[in-house]
């Protein structure tokens, strides 16, 4: 009886010991959630959910936000944080409409050179100077509205990026056709 | 066991997983002769017809283009040039829908034929002298990509010098109805030789499959015949089964290797090309013949001649259906590529491009539309079926689900599309769709990220820029706050050295500061006639009062002489003035010696006054450096001011001083606002004594002024000292308010009162003086300074008491006492000042 409890309090103390020095020895340094969620958002910097660019919002979620405030991650966004944070998924936030891509345009000869766009993209995706015409790289634009307001003489568009023959996916509704034996 | 190679060379062959056997359909054109066309009025060509980017235009609308010219020309490794299928003139380039299951608006040249067929120059190369690098710039040149269906660029697949195992020519083709590599193989097997010789010079292969289906004995037997006696080349019949013409699939057959996932055939030492770009590329090295035909099929029931064409590429699908006896019915489709892995047209204007093979016009009965969908019964056929061996109903599950981690670990992108699966499903689900849009999405995703990625380093890069921006502005704004400030403390220190010179010389420029003396002195010059006639007006009644009195001659010599004084007194503040603010002291002295020489009458008090005025003046001339001075000054000028005790004018003149005083202190910083305060109290504490008696209450608040302003003085002058100089201050200013408050005590009999008070405030005076000194100076000093002067106030006091009794006892005697006070008063004062210039001597 002694001997079995002694052996046993004996084992239960190396095992411990072991697994005491493997949690030290063996520790993973995990992604900190913030970052985690950070990179699931889309970096628009939009501010459309209301935080001044993607990490302050990811920090509110890592805080206990709502995860359906991102409107260019859209549903597929809000799986991956329901899916990292444990959490239900829920539709888009009401007061935000699903995004369109979209990528701002500026009509070139209404431009007068004000530099207000330039310097309320967060992506420094437009390139000009003082008094120079401005334009828009739309490669590096994120689409997320900001120079719309700022432009004194509201040259700038938001137009839907056209579909490309790569970006083009396959029409569901395509009819797909049927081989038969005739003979 | 033999080795892989030799296994090879037996004429082994492998089977891949699954497999469908679809009605093949081929015997409808690949017995009959490939057909010529004549030319369509409009050729549509693409400017992208492969994989990779658009060649650089060349051409503009209006030229006149001849057979073979290029149109675009490759301005990178992955562009390919299009060339002019025909002579004749470019009508437009603008968008029109593309032959791509989209049928997006690509651009195109358009063109129109002019029937001459003119040939540009041409330049045959030979093969055997010429280098590798002549040969692919030249596959690159004639535009030829992969005409199996994908269209990569062949240049790219052509230009592996080393490591290849086997060139395989892919003559499968194994989706039903086509039989355009059939066609081509009975007709031009030759020059397929031809081809797959210089692909041999260029890739250097230990050995060439040619994979054949068994369904066409034709082109086996011509390809068989072409190959002659050629070493290592081996004609490989394999049988029947869709999909073996899958680059994979065909490696696989013929082989027994597998391509890893996500890898490519180079990569286990295998180069696979279709036999049709064999063929382009013998045209092209050989003859000069760029891409710019195709053999396609022209196939279905809908057709009364269906057959193969030599079709140019460009060539709307309008207008093959057309010269093969088209007769469109009812909800006719037109299939592009095979019916396995081929899309429906939405318009018959699409061209024909370089990898188009078949053009299918089926009848309804003969190609029936898919029926409704229904729901997956999981009956495993279509995983028995995937020759990927991929799991289908799983990517389903999970392509309906967009669960692209899923997918991805289900090998989605292992698919190749075929088709297979869809055709065994008994559920008619179009699987094949599914996956497509699941790929379609996956793509789009992963570009999001990327470009999701690339927005957060620029964002972040703007965002270090801007804090960097602030940082340096900060810093420059510290940096140029800190240069003005230095230039301000250079700039006072300058005004403060400008104002001691200006001292020291004379005062011939009169700067702001200099006009507000003037100013100031002017008013102190008014307020000394005011108090002159005043007095005058004060001593008349007095004269009355005092002429019972014997000893009227005094008085009527007192009415007469404080004019003079005060005449006199006026000439020496002229000559003190031009005599320069440098002998500030002396002056003082000259005015106050003056006034004594005068002052037998009782007209010194005014005179002492106005003196006081001019050092007042002079000291805020000296500037803030000179702040002692002034206070020494306005003290020096409160004590003669508290010895008119009877005018009405001095507790005003007073007032002023003291308001002067608190301006002083007030701009000489904040730091002393407390103080300033505390003095401003003291004041106004000592006004409130007013209401009770004006006339006794002008000399408390005198005082109790002249000690506010000390202390504000003192405060400024040395904070660090401040406790003890506080300390000391208020024992001080305490003893001030206690002498204050037995002056009124003592002053009962009114006109008697001058000379206790007089000598009061003048030990206060000389009590603050020693103070400021022991500021300066070192506290023994000081100390023993004081306990010099405080003696000496004392007996001076004690000195004064005797005459306030002589002169309560005696109504006759007041001028006397007073005058003896005054002279006292000066002498004092003139010692003082012999004490500050020479401490040490008089101590």
């Known amino acids: ?118 310097q309320a993209c967060p992506v420094d995706a437009i390139v000009g100077a003082s008094k120079q015409m401005h334009t828009v790289i739309t490669d590096e634009c994120t689409g997320c509205d900001l120079c719309v307001e700022p432009c004194p003489v509201n040259c700038i568009d938001m137009l839907p990026v056209p579909t ?18 005739t003979n | 066991m033999a080795s892989l190679f030799q296994q090879i060379k037996s004429g082994m062959l492998w089977d891949f997983h699954g497999g469908i056997h679809p009605p093949a359909r081929k015997t409808q054109t690949s017995q009959k002769p490939l057909g010529r066309l004549s030319l369509p009025e409009r050729l549509y060509i693409p400017l992208r017809q492969h994989i990779g980017v658009a060649g650089k235009l060349l051409v503009q609308p209006g030229d006149y283009v001849l057979k073979g010219q290029p149109l675009t020309a490759a301005n990178n490794a992955m562009a390919v040039p299009v060339h002019a299928p025909t002579s ?42 010429i280098s590798r690098q002549q040969i692919l710039a030249r596959i690159q040149d004639a535009g030829i990509a992969g005409m199996g269906g994908a269209g990569f660029p062949t240049h790219i697949k052509s230009s592996a010098s080393q490591g290849v195992d086997y060139l395989i020519i892919n003559a499968a083709e194994c989706e039903p109805y086509i039989t355009a590599d059939d066609a081509l193989m009975q007709t031009e097997a030759e020059t397929i030789m031809q081809g797959i010789d210089i692909l041999c010079d260029l890739l250097s292969p230990k050995a060439v499959l040619i994979g054949i289906e068994d369904d066409k004995p034709r082109a086996i037997a011509a390809m068989q015949a072409a190959c002659g006696n050629r070493k290592d080349f081996y004609v490989r019949v394999v049988p029947a089964k869709y999909p073996s013409g ?50 396609v099929t022209v196939v279905g029931e809908t057709l009364s001649r269906p057959q193969n064409v030599l079709a140019l590429v460009g060539t709307p699908v309008g207008f093959l259906l057309d010269s093969c006896g088209f007769v469109a019915e009812a909800k006719q489709r037109v299939i592009m590529g095979g019916p396995m892995m081929g899309f429906t047209l939405p318009s018959l204007q ?54 692209h981690d899923k997918l991805k670990e289900h090998h989605l992108s292992d698919c190749i599309e075929c088709g297979a699966c869809a055709y065994v499903c008994p559920s008619e689900i179009p699987l094949v769709h599914y996956y497509r849009v699941a790929k379609a999405e996956i793509r789009e995703q992963h570009r999001d990220e990327l470009k999701a990625e690339q927005a957060k380093a620029r964002f972040e890069a703007r965002n270090e820029r801007l804090e960097r921006e602030k940082q340096q502005r900060m810093a420059k704004n510290q940096a140029l706050a800190a240069q003005r400030q230095s230039m301000l403390a250079e700039q006072q220190k300058q005004q403060i050295a400008d104002a001691a010179s200006r001292v020291e010389t004379t005062a011939e420029t009169l700067s702001k500061e200099q006009i507000i003396a003037e100013r100031e002195r002017k008013k102190a010059e008014a307020r000394a006639y005011q108090a002159a006639k005043a007095q005058n007006q004060v001593e008349n009644p007095a004269e009355t009062k005092v002429e019972p009195a014997p000893a009227t001659e005094v008085n009527t010599d007192t009415a007469t002489d404080p004019r003079q004084s005060a005449v006199a007194a006026a000439i020496a503040r002229a000559k003190a003035k031009k005599a320069g603010i440098s002998e500030n002291a002396e002056a003082d002295e000259v005015p106050a010696s003056s006034a004594t020489l005068d002052s037998d009458k009782a007209a010194d008090p005014r005179s002492a006054a106005v003196a006081a005025a001019i050092a007042r003046a002079k000291a805020k001339k000296a500037g803030i450096s000179a702040d002692a001075e002034a206070a020494k000054a306005a003290e020096v000028s409160a004590s003669p001011i508290a010895l008119d005790t009877e005018k009405a004018t001095d507790p005003r003149a007073a007032a002023v001083a003291a308001a002067i005083a608190r301006a002083k202190a007030k701009k000489a910083g904040i730091s002393a606002e407390a103080e300033a305060t505390k003095s ?32 504000a003085k003192a405060k400024k002058a040395a ?3 401040s406790t003890i100089t506080t300390a000391d201050l208020t024992a001080e200013t305490a003893v001030n308010t206690t002498i204050a408050a037995d002056v009124p005590v003592a002053a009962s009999p009114v006109a008697d009162a001058a000379d206790p008070r007089a000598a009061a405030v003048a030990a206060a005076i000389a009590r603050a003086k020693a103070k400021k000194a022991a500021e300066t100076q070192q506290e023994p000093s000081a100390d023993a300074e004081i306990n010099q002067i405080t003696p000496e106030t004392e007996t001076k006091a004690v000195a004064a008491e005797p005459a306030v009794i002589e002169a309560s006892t005696n109504v006759v005697a007041p001028t006397d006492a007073k005058k003896a006070a005054i002279a006292a008063a000066i002498a004092r004062a003139k010692a003082k000042k012999a004490i500050e210039s020479d401490q040490e001597k008089s101590e």
């Open chain 2, 88 to 129: 004749g003139h470019v009508l437009a380039i603008d968008d029109h829908p593309s032959a791509h299951p989209s049928a997006l608006p690509e651009p195109m040249i358009v063109m129109v034929p002019d029937g001459l067929e003119q040939w540009r120059e041409r330049q045959p190369l030979d093969p055997e002298h």
């Open chain 1, 1 to 118: 009886m002694l001997i079995a409890l002694l052996t046993l309090t004996g084992l239960a103390l190396i095992f411990g010991a072991i697994l005491g020095y493997a949690a030290i020895r063996f520790k993973v340094e995990a992604d900190p959630l913030v970052d985690q969620i950070d990179d699931i958002l889309p970096q628009t910097q939009c501010g459309q959910c209301g935080y001044p660019g993607c990490r302050p919002y990811a920090e509110a979620i890592a805080n206990g936000d709502a995860i359906n405030k991102c409107p260019p991650g859209g549903d597929a966004a809000i799986k991956k944080l329901a899916s990292l944070l444990g959490v239900e998924a829920k539709p888009l936030d009401g007061a935000q409409t699903p995004a369109i891509k979209r990528v701002a345009y500026i009509r070139e000869d209404e431009c007068i050179g004000c530099t207000k766009c330039i």
């Open chain 2, 350 to 403: 699409i061209p024909i491009v370089k990898t188009s093979n078949c053009i299918i016009a089926p009848t309804d009965a003969e190609l029936p539309t898919t029926g409704p969908e229904l729901d997956c019964i999981r009956c495993g056929a279509c995983a028995e079926a995937c020759p990927a061996t991929l799991l289908p109903q799983q990517l389903l599950w999970f392509s309906k689900a967009k669960d």
């Open chain 2, 246 to 295: 899958g680059e994979k699939q065909l490696i696989q057959r013929l082989t027994s290797k597998e391509v890893p996932a996500g890898r490519r055939p180079l990569d286990i030492g295998i180069v696979m090309q279709n036999v049709g770009t064999a063929f382009a590329i013998a045209q092209a090295v050989l003859h000069d013949i760029p891409l710019i035909s195709r053999i």
């Open chain 2, 719 to 721: 904070e660090a000292t």
């Open chain 1, 164 to 181: 490309s023959v790569e970006r083009w996916k396959w029409d569901l509704q395509a009819i797909p056709v049927k081989m038969v034996e």
């Open chain 2, 680 to 711: 401003e109290d003291a004041v106004a504490g000592a006004e409130n004594t007013t209401p009770v008696d004006t006339e006794k209450a002008a000399d408390p608040r005198a005082a109790a002024v002249a000690a506010a302003i000390a202390r």
